[in-house]
């Protein structure tokens, strides 16, 4: 039987960049992957059927992680079609870049909501179906930047080191039940979000990257799953680094 034959997985922010390599990855390892978007129904969509060609199988849902009782409802409505979810991915993140002086209460707000409490909304409600289940692995990414600051990302750093914290405190609540709570560390990463440096400030970063290049989604979705698999079951509340040696 493939890896992850019996569970649904469901991956927040799968339509594009990392959480869509970790859709792709999981399904192939036979989980029943749901994936979650924001705005981009057409790529959620392109996921599915990329999966299902590969013979896998999973669907679209789209909601809004930073808001609470549309996340509830939607779990709920996961779980009473699917039968459960065994692996959560809290994937989905935004940045809203600028230097603190010239920060709005908006872009903090809105990186804060997105990234930190789409993780708390998304881990209470998976949380009460995991304990009844007695199983389940929740993955959350954080960053780089959470670990050792970036200037013109007070917002996105504050978020994703409230992952970590979030990650460690989760994992000593849920473990009595054999949750597992583990968060991935990725560098930089090609994807949309770094899309957007200049030529220039990709060389800088390059440069002082020891592995000479920007991680791929894929890399990244590697560390996911073996998280999310059996060998991974005696680790709970770490924080997996995935970035070509860049902090250490
Ligand atoms: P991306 O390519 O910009 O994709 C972001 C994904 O999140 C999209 O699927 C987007 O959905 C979804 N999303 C955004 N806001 C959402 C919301 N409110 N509710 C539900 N879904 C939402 O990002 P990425 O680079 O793959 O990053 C994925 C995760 O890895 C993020 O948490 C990011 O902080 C983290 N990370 C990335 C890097 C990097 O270098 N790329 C490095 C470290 C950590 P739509 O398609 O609908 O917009």
């Known amino acids: 039987m493939a ?18 390599a970790i859709a792709l990855r999981l399904a192939a390892e036979g989980a029943y992957v749901v994936v979650n978007y924001a705005k981009n129904r057409q790529a959620a969509e392109e996921v599915v059927s990329s999966i299902e060609k590969a013979g896998g199988r999973a669907r679209v849902s789209g909601f809004d992680v930073s808001d609470f009782d549309t996340v509830q409802e939607e779990i709920e409505n996961i779980v009473t079609e699917l039968g459960g979810i065994h692996i959560l991915v809290n994937n ?3 940045t809203q870049d600028t230097l603190i002086v010239r920060m709005k209460k908006e872009d903090w707000d809105s990186v804060m909501t997105t990234n930190l409490d789409g993780v708390f909304n998304c881990t209470k409600a998976v949380a009460r179906i995991m304990i009844k289940q007695r199983q389940g692995r929740i993955i959350n990414l954080t960053s780089v930047v959470g670990e050792m600051g970036n200037s013109g990302q007070t917002n996105y750093a504050a978020s994703k080191a409230g992952i970590i914290g979030f990650t460690k405190a989760a994992a000593r609540e849920l473990a009595s039940r054999a949750i597992t709570v583990n968060a991935v560390s990725p560098g930089f990463i090609e994807t949309d979000i770094t899309q957007n440096l200049t030529d220039e400030i990709r060389k800088q970063y390059i440069d002082k990257i020891p592995l000479q290049r920007f991680g791929s989604p894929e890399d990244v979705a590697g560390v996911v799953s073996f998280l999310a698999s059996d060998e991974a079951s005696y680790i709970t509340g770490e924080v997996l680094r995935v970035n070509g040696g860049i902090y250490t």
Do not use: C, D, M, P
């Not at 992850?4 to 469901?10: C, D, F, G, P």
């Open 3 to 20: 890896e992850n034959e019996q569970k649904v997985a469901l991956v927040t922010g799968g339509s594009r960049g990392i959480g869509r």
């Open 92 to 94: 989905a993140g935004i």
